[in-house]
Nanobody, 121 residues
């Protein structure tokens, strides 16, 4: 059974930092591209960041470039999203996802349940 479990969300103030881990089980983690996505109330789910297997290639949405960093630890089957200089508009449910082919598309095959990040002004 494949499981992706996000954690680390919470309520923070604008300008703060937060790190979201996502621990994966039930699949060969090192062979998957891992992605982070988010969905704000009333909006569609959007791509945030992705990291290919091996970690050599990373991708970011323009809205988070320079503020967020995605990384992975294959020994721990965990992908991280380090978020800095958070803005109110970063408020959303954040999801991690795994796929062997997709990178920035929102149609990844495996998904976690999400973790809420709320940024107050």
């Amino acid at each position: 059974q494949v499981q992706l479990v996000e954690s680390g969300g919470g309520l923070v103030q604008a300008g703060d930092s937060l790190r979201l881990p996502c621990t994966v089980s039930g699949l060969s983690f090192s062979t998957y591209t891992m992605g982070w996505f988010r969905q704000a109330p009333g909006k569609e789910r959007e791509f945030v960041a992705a990291i290919r297997r091996g970690g050599a290639s990373t991708y970011y949405a323009d809205s988070v470039k320079g503020r967020f960093t995605i990384s992975r630890d294959d020994a721990k089957n965990t992908v991280y999203l380090q978020m800095t200089t958070l803005k109110v508009e970063d408020t959303a449910v954040y999801y991690c996802a795994a796929d062997r082919l997709r990178v920035i598309e929102t149609t990844y095959y495996y998904w976690g349940q999400g973790t809420q990040v709320t940024v107050s002004a």
